[in-house]
T-cell receptor, first 110, second 114 residues
């Protein structure tokens, strides 16, 4: 069975600081991996996705993620966080049905 | 191009009442999904429809039914609402699975069952 773990429930960073959100997955084959962002009261928006090829993928809003098969991880990074990045972030895995992690809430301090 | 739309945005029900949540997409996607979101639990799949004319159970189907009315529309019905069904419900669609499995989400329906 596929599963996703996001070990950090809540992360606080200062504006301009770097960010890394962790995601570990369990999947029986080559994983299809996604990061979504949810602003308060909104639906989910896709930030980036990994299917195959280059293990460093670029997404929207300056985000990137690196797929590490040996660590079963797909961590999300951003070099310099903006106040507008405050939101909840979800990692997901799946080729048909998606399994989502429980999310990481990001707070950005001015 | 509205993407995925959901109605209603908010709903309050009493225990035992029934209601249908509506979802429509205008992206000509084959697959559609219903999720519920509860604090600290991420999104959990209730039902999905891989293609028009098919529906399958997800992780938490008990207490729900679905209808894939046509390629555009996928409704979720609560026959006898319970307080445990208080949640935010999201509909999503995707072109299909595999490399086309990017799912597009609607804005959600916030349901409270008293």
């Amino acid at each position: 069975a596929q599963s996703v773990t996001q070990p950090d429930i809540h992360i606080t960073v200062s504006e301009g600081a770097s960010l890394e959100l962790r995601c570990n997955y369990s999947y029986g084959a080559t994983p299809y991996l996604f990061w979504y962002v949810q602003s308060p009261g909104q639906g989910l928006q896709l930030l980036l996705k990994y299917f195959s090829g280059d293990t460093l993928v670029q997404g929207i809003k300056g985000f990137e993620a690196e797929f590490k098969r040996s660590q079963s991880s797909f961590n999300l990074r951003k070099p310099s966080v903006h106040w507008s990045d405050a939101a909840e972030y979800f990692c997901a895995v799946g080729a048909g049905q998606l399994t989502f992690g429980s999310g990481t809430q990001l707070t950005v301090l001015p | 191009n509205a993407g995925v739309t959901q109605t209603p945005k908010f709903q309050v029900l009493k225990t035992g009442q029934s209601m249908t949540l509506q979802c429509a997409q205008d992206m000509n996607h084959n697959s559609m999904y219903w999720y519920r979101q509860d604090p600290g639990m991420g999104l959990r799949l209730i039902y999905y429809s891989a293609s028009e004319g098919t529906t399958d159970k997800g992780e938490v189907p008990n207490g729900y039914n679905v209808s894939r009315l046509n390629k555009r529309e996928f409704s979720l019905r609560l026959e006898s609402a319970a307080p445990s069904q208080t949640s935010v419900y999201f509909c999503a669609s995707s072109r299909t699975g595999g490399v086309y499995n990017e799912q597009f989400f609607g804005p959600g329906t916030r349901l409270t069952v008293l």
